[in-house]
């Protein structure tokens, strides 16, 4: 662990293996929303599970909304200084 050389293989190996477990649950994530929308839905479940599953489906459409504005934003400031260029 000492040799800078062996610590830059470990970390890209981690990269790597973290990479591959993301894929999986991007994979997954369409099924895992399907869940979601099905237990929020299903009268036949508690209240309690129904009310997580509802704030999990409007937390995570809230941050996909603030990250489709940031993108929007991000796009303008690149715009913004391709016609600008360096000017102050």
């Not at 237990?39 to 937390?59: E, K, N, T, W, Y």
């Not at 603030?66 to 000017?87: S, T």
Request: proline share 3%.
């Amino acid at each position: 662990m000492q040799k800078p050389e062996f610590q830059e293989a470990y970390r890209k190996a981690r990269r790597e293996a973290f990479s591959r477990s993301l894929g999986r649950l991007q994979h997954s994530s369409a099924a895992a929303a399907a869940t979601l929308v099905r237990i929020m839905l299903d009268q036949a479940m508690p209240a309690a599970s129904r009310v997580r599953a509802a704030d999990c489906v409007l937390g995570h459409s809230a941050r996909y909304l603030e990250l489709e504005d940031l993108e929007a934003r991000i796009q303008q400031l690149k715009e913004k200084v391709k016609r600008d260029g360096d000017k102050p």
